[in-house]
């Protein structure tokens, strides 16, 4: 796992207070879930409509960031961010340009706690160095899938359940399987589950 060395580490643990939670550019619902199941007030929001029931904003998130929210965990499309597509990065510069002052306006938006995450992309060269660089096989899935974090305000995501069978599933779904990018794109339970415990805890009134 990298990071920044000296960035202060944090044990899972009951949260102070209930949490407003927004997790941009998110349809499963995952971390959503996640969060809600520890007693915070969390809320999703993609332009497509949730894949499970509950509370979902349809729509840009953009206009949602001004809130009063007290964490945001948000995950950008990396369709023209991610260095996986470089070879055709020459045809789309408009394209990546629209997409990093997106990303921008995620890790700029006035919320004390956030975590941004992407692929291995461009965000860190034309941005900022990632904070964190995280796998599934470290949360339970024995699975490869370089994930980076960018944090503000948020320690390290510390690993709950290291496994073995640590292949490159999503890397090998064909580019003719249905819903390939929405596969592709949702966050793994164990990911979710993690964030939440350790950046949530437990709300108990």
């Known amino acids: 796992?990298?990071?920044?060395?000296?960035?202060?580490?944090?044990?899972?643990?009951?949260?102070?207070?209930?949490?407003?939670?927004?997790?941009?550019?998110?349809?499963?619902g995952r971390v959503r879930d996640a969060f809600r199941a520890l007693g915070h007030d969390a809320w999703s929001c993609d332009l497509l409509p949730s894949e499970c029931p509950g509370p979902h904003f349809q729509g840009d998130v953009r206009s949602l960031l001004t809130a009063q929210w007290d964490l945001m965990i948000a995950h950008?499309?990396?369709?023209?961010?991610?260095t996986s597509g470089a070879r055709w990065?020459?045809?789309?510069?408009?394209?990546?340009?629209?997409?990093?002052?997106?990303?921008?306006?995620?890790?700029?938006?006035?919320?004390?706690?956030?975590?941004?995450?992407?692929?291995?992309?461009?965000?860190?060269?034309?941005?900022?160095?990632?904070?964190?660089?995280?796998?599934?096989?470290?949360?339970?899935?024995?699975?490869?899938?370089?994930?980076?974090?960018w944090l503000k305000g948020l320690p390290y995501l510390q690993p709950t359940c290291l496994v073995p069978g640590r292949e490159p599933v999503v890397h090998r779904m064909g580019s003719s399987m249905p819903n390939r990018s929405q596969v592709r794109s949702r966050t793994y339970a164990g990911i979710a589950l993690a964030m939440a415990q350790q950046w949530g805890g437990r709300y108990e009134p």
Not at 93 to 113: K, N, Y
Not at 140 to 149: D, F, N, S, V
């Open 1 to 28: 796992m990298d990071g920044v060395p000296g960035m202060p580490r944090m044990e899972i643990r009951r949260a102070q207070a209930r949490l407003r939670v927004l997790i941009a550019c998110e349809f499963s």
């Open 76 to 82: 950008p499309p990396c369709t023209h961010l991610a």
């Open 89 to 149: 990065f020459a045809t789309k510069s408009t394209q990546q340009e629209g997409a990093l002052a997106f990303v921008r306006h995620l890790l700029g938006a006035p919320i004390p706690r956030i975590c941004l995450e992407n692929p291995r992309s461009i965000i860190s060269s034309r941005i900022r160095k990632a904070d964190q660089t995280i796998q599934p096989w470290l949360f339970g899935h024995g699975e490869t899938k370089a994930t980076c974090l």
